[in-house]
């Protein structure tokens, strides 16, 4: 049973930083890519940020500079490092990745940076 699990939000102001983390089981962590997105009320659910299995990394361009997707294979983990962070940048952060056919959801975290 593949479970995503996601740690790491909560409340800062603009300009602060936070990490996220997503641990992961039931899958071969090191053979998976990884993905971060995101959803603020009202708006669909895009991506932030995904790693693949070899390192290579992309970003949306409203994150670029200012986030960093890396991912531990030793530890099953998936980090998103946030900084410069702004009032749009507030959202429920998902963590996700595929399976063969099926896609998989983390429960999510909620990032709230006030102005």
């Known amino acids: 049973q593949v479970q995503l699990v996601e740690s790491g939000g909560g409340l800062v102001q603009a300009g602060g930083s936070l990490r996220l983390s997503c641990a992961a089981s039931g899958i071969t962590f090191r053979t998976n890519a990884m993905g971060w997105y995101r959803q603020a009320p009202g708006k669909q659910r895009e991506l932030v940020a995904a790693?693949?299995?070899?390192?290579?990394?992309n970003y949306a361009d409203s994150v670029k500079g200012r986030f960093t997707i890396s991912r531990d294979n030793a530890k099953n983990t998936v980090y998103l490092g946030m900084n410069s962070l702004k009032p749009e940048d507030t959202a429920v952060y998902y963590c996700?990745?595929?399976?063969?056919?099926?896609?998989?959801w983390g429960q999510g975290t909620q990032v709230t940076v006030s102005s």
């Open positions: 996700n990745t595929n399976l063969g056919t099926r896609t998989y």
């Open positions: 790693i693949l299995s070899g390192g290579s990394t």
